[in-house]
T-cell receptor, first 115, second 114 residues
Framework: QKEVEQDPGPLSVPEGAIVSLNCTYS??????FMWYRQYSRKGPELLMY????GNKEDGRFTAQVDKSSKYISLFIRDSQPSDSATYLC???????????????FGQGTILTVHP | DVKVTQSSRYLVKRTGEKVFLECVQD?????MFWYRQDPGLGLRLIYF???????EKGDIPEGYSVSREKKERFSLILESASTNQTSMYLC?????????????FGQGTRLTVV
């Protein structure tokens, strides 16, 4: 079993739709949860960052973390064609220890928002 | 802005060649990472380095080595390229702060081994 599992998609939605992207994980040591967005032929860029359980909102994006269920989500409201990209969840057990803050990624979900 | 620069966007190499992928960051970050990205598999960690001349194996180090002679530069070496190493290679540098860590990625090198 992979440490981080992400719904593979691909996902195709009409403009304006609400998008839900999800990941589950097995390592209870993970404390930091991130969503990266990767446009075609580019490197990933950090989109959202959450520490421990709870919600975080940034404009049209909301990240949720439920550590008791080992489940994280990213919601995109009023989705736009410019949101079309691959979305990657990533997790870390923190800044210390022998992991040196390394990130463990999900497989990525390809999202297409069509006009 | 943090800048992580990979030396090549696209590379085509022959089976058995020794291949060098270079990565340079301009933010004096201690930690640097090499990942490969394949469809359906996401990003998988090959090697990382937490200081000059220090390195640690990631999840899939076989067939690869690394070099970190200067803090800003982290090189990935394919000792004898094989077709199953055809992939997108991503370098990242990582900053550790009070809220944890953030990774900054280069634009990627798409390597094809023929």
């Amino acid at each position: 079993q992979k440490e981080v599992e992400q719904d593979p998609g691909p996902l195709s939605v009409p403009e304006g739709a609400i998008v839900s992207l999800n990941c589950t994980y097995s390592n209870s040591a993970f404390q930091y949860f991130m969503w990266y967005r990767q446009y075609s032929r580019k490197g990933p860029e950090l989109l959202m960052y959450t520490y421990s359980s709870g919600n975080k909102e940034d404009g049209r994006f909301t990240a949720q973390v439920d550590k008791s269920s080992k489940y994280i989500s990213l919601f995109i409201r009023d989705s736009q064609p410019s949101d079309s990209a691959t979305y990657l969840c990533a997790m870390s057990d923190g800044a210390g220890g022998t992991s040196y803050g390394k990130l463990t990624f999900g497989q990525g979900t390809i999202l297409t928002v069509h006009p | 802005d943090v800048k992580v620069t990979q030396s090549s966007r696209y590379l085509v190499k022959r089976t058995g060649e020794k291949v060098f992928l270079e990565c340079v960051q301009d933010m004096d970050h201690e930690n640097m990472f090499w990942y490969r990205q394949d469809p359906g598999l996401g990003l998988r960690l090959i090697y990382f380095s937490y200081d000059v001349k220090m390195k640690e194996k990631g999840d899939i180090p076989e067939g690869y080595s690394v070099s970190r002679e200067k803090k800003e530069r982290f090189s990935l070496i394919l000792e004898s390229a094989s077709t199953n190493q055809t992939s997108m290679y991503l370098c990242a540098s990582l900053v550790r702060g009070a809220l944890g860590t953030e990774a900054f990625f280069g634009q990627g090198t798409r390597l094809t081994v023929v």
